[in-house]
């Protein structure tokens, strides 16, 4: 199949570079030049763990190229993938569809024959209706049918996530779109993966539905964890207790400092307004809303608890800004909350992460970079554990301990035991929900 890939963000590199290795000849377009570029010379211009040398292998094939011409890419595709951003509106939590809309018009003048159009981005409900509006009205000849495709994959374990998913969802309303689908996808029926066809309302509602509930069991654990702290509970035993009811799992009941990344934040404001719009109210999503932003902002007090009030002109050295490990993404990662507020607070804050840098620098103003922790918490009145990267998680605390000024420890991802830190010569402790 040829398959053009509009949109060469997280999403948009990793389906395009993984459809390659499937066998399909693809190409990824940006209007971002100088990402283009980077990625002609073999770069890639995100951290995602493996992605280098599958992209490498496909290029040197022949299957995978980049191109900032998006007209050429689409002429004589079988399908056409938007892949490109759906942030937040600004102002009223919704989904903004401005970027989608244009590469519907793009790919509109640029269609050649038959093609599927394939929404991969994460679409309020009708917007796949939308784009076969715009394509009608910019190309009334064009011969093509639309399809929903959300993507369900995590950064950080998206390669694998991608090739092994535990499923497909297509939105279809034509045999016709529904064979061209089947096609791309087929290397991974081979391999007996479910594939859920169904129709272009239901498949754009599955991915925020999904999302939705994924963010509730955060948010839940997260108020169960405040509670713990109150009646002497343990969030990390409770959790356990929980997950290991099959009917409840252990996924994503890790209690922490809230959830952020480029798809909760975005998708549980976008499904609150869709609700809102339709007289359905999701009010279970608004609360989780609520009670995350709520969560960040607890951080902070038991930060400034542990410092005995005040982190002015004290030193914290925190460890990890990115919304979670093995990823450089820092959209809506809690750290932009807390790490700000110590800042404003009058704290030196110190900050090491492993690839959160290149992102982070312009987003943290007033922070100074480390590459490590030790040196980081050397004199220091506070280290925070913010995202748990594996580089942080058998760190010698006693050395560490030894050469703080006041050796406190925020571990707002619970990787540490309080027993273990005590040890190790720390006199302030603080974790989440324990
Ligand atoms: N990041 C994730 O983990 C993830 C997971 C599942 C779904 N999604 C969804 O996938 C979509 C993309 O997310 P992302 O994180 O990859 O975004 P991103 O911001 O990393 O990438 C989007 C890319 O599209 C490009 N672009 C915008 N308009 C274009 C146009 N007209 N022509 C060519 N390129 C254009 C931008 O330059 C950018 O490089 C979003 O809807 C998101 O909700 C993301």
Not at 153 to 160: C, M, S
Not at 166 to 189: H, N, Q, T, W
Request: charged letters at 25%; one cysteine or more.
């Amino acid at each position: 199949m040829k398959i053009a890939m509009i949109g060469t963000g997280y999403v948009g590199l990793v389906s395009g570079v993984c459809f390659s290795d499937f066998g399909h000849d693809v190409v990824c377009v940006d209007k971002m030049a100088t990402k283009i570029a980077q990625l002609d010379r073999g770069e890639v211009p995100i951290y995602e763990p493996g992605l280098d040398a599958v992209m490498a292998r496909n290029v040197a094939a022949g299957r995978l190229r980049f191109s900032t011409d998006l007209a050429s890419a689409v002429d004589g595709a079988d399908a056409v993938f938007i892949a490109v951003g759906t942030p937040t509106r600004r102002g009223d939590g919704h989904a903004d569809l401005t970027y989608v809309m244009e590469a519907a018009a793009e790919i509109a003048r640029a269609l050649t024959g038959y093609a599927v159009v394939v929404t991969k981005s994460t679409v309020p409900v009708g917007t796949n209706r939308k784009v076969a509006q715009v394509i009608r009205a910019t190309r009334p000849d064009a011969e093509f049918d639309v399809a929903s495709n959300p993507e369900f994959l995590r950064e950080g374990a998206a390669i694998d996530d991608f090739m092994k998913p535990d499923r497909v969802v297509v939105g279809v309303e034509s045999e016709r779109a529904k064979g061209v689908m089947g096609d791309i996808y087929r290397p991974l029926f081979l391999r007996d993966f479910p594939i859920v066809y169904t129709d272009l309302e239901s498949a754009e509602m599955i991915k925020y539905a999904a999302n939705a509930f994924l963010a509730t069991k955060i948010s839940f654990i997260n108020e169960i964890a405040a509670l713990c702290e109150r009646v002497g509970a343990d969030v990390k035993s409770v959790a356990k207790g929980m997950g290991l009811d099959g009917r409840i799992g252990n996924k994503f009941l890790h209690a922490g400092p809230g959830y952020g990344g480029s798809c909760f934040p975005k998708d549980t404001s976008a499904l609150a307004r869709i609700g809102q719009e339709h007289g359905v109210p999701q009010r279970i999503t608004e609360t989780v809303i609520t009670v995350n932003d709520l969560t960040k902002r607890r951080m902070i007090d038991k930060v400034l608890d542990l410092c005995g009030g005040s982190v002015n002109g004290k030193t914290v050295a925190v460890l990890g800004v990115t919304f979670k490990p093995e990823t450089d993404d820092m959209r809506d990662a809690p750290s932009l909350t807390v790490v700000p507020a110590l800042v404003g607070g009058g704290a030196r804050v110190r900050v090491v992460d492993p690839h959160g840098k290149r992102e982070g620098e312009a987003l943290l103003p007033g922070v100074s970079w480390e590459t490590d922790p030790y040196v980081a918490a050397d004199g220091a009145e506070c280290l925070l554990i913010l995202t748990e990267w594996n580089e942080f998680r058998a760190l010698d605390l006693k050395r560490i301990a030894a050469a703080m000024i006041t050796p406190n420890l925020a571990d707002l991802r619970n990787i540490y035991d309080k027993a273990d830190v005590t040890a190790a010569g720390f006199t302030g402790y603080v974790g989440v929900g324990r």
